[in-house]
């Protein structure tokens, strides 16, 4: 029996009694309107590897009463202001020029609303950028110089966020691009292996059942300027439906753009797949969506890249396409879990 057909039985049966002395039974009521007996959500808050701290303070707000939205903002922003974080904000790895471009997007279930800053200069925090875009516009997506504008209109500083640890790595990058250039590279011994991907995803289920998603990024390392990933991509770096769930991703934004891996991902939950086997069937996507280029001798992809979901009930998971972990924090605690390895 499902539960709103127990919920519409007892409601029934809770009127006949109240009005018994006038004879109005069940089969004789007008049909009472459907009393909505969903059971309170598991309150979750999972995230790539990095947000362990994050989600424990997501968590704690949102549970304390806190907007889905603004809980995981002040999650990430743990990260995007640690300078030693070099995949995310402040400190993080910066373009081929040595300038840091940052990404980030957002969205909030119960509002059904989502904003997001690309390529964003100088400011610490583009999670919060993303969601002034959000709360304040009509619009979804602002980037370069225009959206660093509409930060600093808001009172938000520019700030240089190259920190002495990023530029060490971005020179020993440029000495040691290619023989043929006009810098002497470095002696190999000195030479930094940093290029990578960075990236902050984190996905909340308050008490209630409301749901949020946010992604925030420095991208690319050594990237071209102007190169935009996943990360602020609706659909891509993170997607949320409050009816269903959240996801997203960290990894090569590239291949997950392709696939539009976090919308996926929640359209898989919506089949009623669980959170683990719906991230597991959207890596098998991108496989798929593969070109051959990017696939090494076994097949298998060349590079890397994780999604992360929660359902509405509160169930979660994560898959990589090998051994990796996910942070997740519920009522046991802020911890590491591994992610479902779709090549064991
Ligand atoms: N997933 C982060 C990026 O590709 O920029």
């Known amino acids: 029996m499902s539960e709103s057909s127990l ?7 809770a009127a006949g009694a109240v009005v018994a002395g006038t004879a109005i039974t069940p089969s004789t009521a007008v ?25 424990q303070r997501a968590f704690d707000l949102v ?8 809980a995981i903002v002040e999650g990430v922003k743990i990260q995007e202001l640690d300078p030693n974080d070099m995949s ?14 940052l990404d980030a997007s957002c969205m909030h279930g119960p509002s059904k609303r989502a904003g997001a800053v690309g390529a964003l200069e100088g400011i610490k925090t583009p999670s919060e950028i ?66 990578t991907t960075g990236t902050i995803n984190m996905d909340v289920v308050a008490p209630n059942g409301d749901i949020s998603s946010i992604t925030t990024t420095s991208g690319l390392s050594w990237k071209i300027p102007g190169r935009v990933g996943d990360s602020p991509i609706i659909g891509a770096g993170q997607y949320c439906d409050n009816d269903v769930g959240a996801a997203g991703s960290t990894g090569r934004g590239e291949s ?7 919308f996926l991902t929640v359209e898989f939950m919506r089949q009623g797949m669980h959170p683990k086997d719906a991230a597991l069937a959207t890596l098998k996507r991108v496989v798929e969506k593969t070109p051959p280029r990017l696939l090494g001798p076994d097949g298998r992809p060349n590079f890397g890249l994780n999604f992360y979901a929660v359902n509405k009930a509160g169930e979660f998971g994560g898959a990589a396409f090998g051994r990796s972990r996910f942070a997740v924090c519920d009522e046991q605690g802020a911890r590491l879990v591994d992610s479902a390895a779709l090549y064991e």
């Open 7 to 13: 919920s519409r039985r007892s409601f029934l049966g």
């Open 63 to 70: 549970t304390a009463g806190s907007d889905t939205l603004d």
């Open 130 to 195: 993303a969601r002034l875009v959000l709360k304040y516009t009509n619009h979804i997506m602002l980037v370069g110089k225009d959206a660093q504008r509409f930060a600093t209109s808001y009172g938000y500083q520019v700030e240089d966020l190259l920190t002495p640890r990023a530029r060490e790595a971005w020179l020993h990058w440029r000495a040691n691009r290619g023989a043929g250039d006009d810098w002497l590279d470095v002696a190999r011994d000195e030479r930094l292996s940093l290029s």
């Open 88 to 101: 995310v904000g402040y400190g993080g790895l910066p373009n081929e020029e040595g300038v840091v471009q």
């Open 256 to 262: 997950n753009i392709m696939v539009c891996g976090a």
């Open 31 to 55: 049909a009472a309107p459907w009393v909505s007996r969903r059971p309170p959500a598991k309150p979750v808050v999972v995230a790539s590897a990095n947000g362990i701290r994050g989600v």
